[in-house]
């Protein structure tokens, strides 16, 4: 019983968005009703403040952390460690205070993976960055990110469970962006080039 109420813990704090929250704490649009509509860090930086999206990115990454490095605390099994990091991960992109409707989790994922392992989430976060400053784009950094980081779990030798999430969580980021990968393509995604 303990493990499932958990397990919801981890969703509701998952589903709080930092995207909204900090915009309406800046007084500034609402990131679902701008740009690409999404709710995270990326998007709230279209507005133009750094800070609040700065405090975007954080607030969805360490709410991944937090709950899976609770449950590493609390010495929860590995498989319950593997479920606390979904639901985590679930809760912010079908957040229940939000008519379901949340991001596309890439901040929360970094979040759980550097919990996983930190010289995974470091290297995980370096190919985000390295591929951001080649192309611009945050959803190509985000897409190819996540695709290796389950083979960066598996360098660096995390448990099979969290290996499992791991790969869970990168099939749930890259479906996340199936329309930029579709814009991609067609060469019409939004790059950060643009901005001046």
Do not use: C
């Not at 479920?83 to 809760?91: H, K, P, Q």
């Amino acid at each position: 019983m303990m493990n499932v109420i958990y397990i919801l813990f981890s969703y509701l704090i998952g589903a709080i968005s930092f995207g909204i929250v900090m915009s309406r704490l800046f007084s500034l649009p609402d990131p679902r009703t701008i740009g690409s509509k999404n709710p995270g860090a990326t998007n709230v930086l279209r507005t133009g403040k750094k800070l609040a999206a700065l405090l975007t990115l954080l607030g969805d990454a360490l709410k991944g952390s937090l709950t899976v490095g609770l449950a590493q605390y609390f010495e929860l099994s590995p498989l319950m460690v593997a479920l606390v990091a979904i639901a985590t991960l679930m809760g912010h992109i079908f957040p229940i205070y939000y008519g379901f409707k949340g991001g596309k989790g890439v901040a929360t994922a970094a979040g759980i993976l550097f919990m996983f392992s930190w010289m995974m989430g470091f290297t995980v976060l370096a190919i985000w960055f390295a591929v951001f400053i080649i192309w611009r784009y945050s959803s190509l950094a985000a897409i190819i990110a996540a695709s290796l980081s389950p083979v960066m779990g598996f360098f660096y030798a995390i448990d099979f469970y969290q290996l499992i999430a791991s790969s869970i969580i990168a099939l749930i980021l890259i479906l996340r962006h199936i329309d930029n990968i579709k814009r991609l393509i067609n060469g019409t995604e939004s790059s950060f080039r643009e901005k001046k």
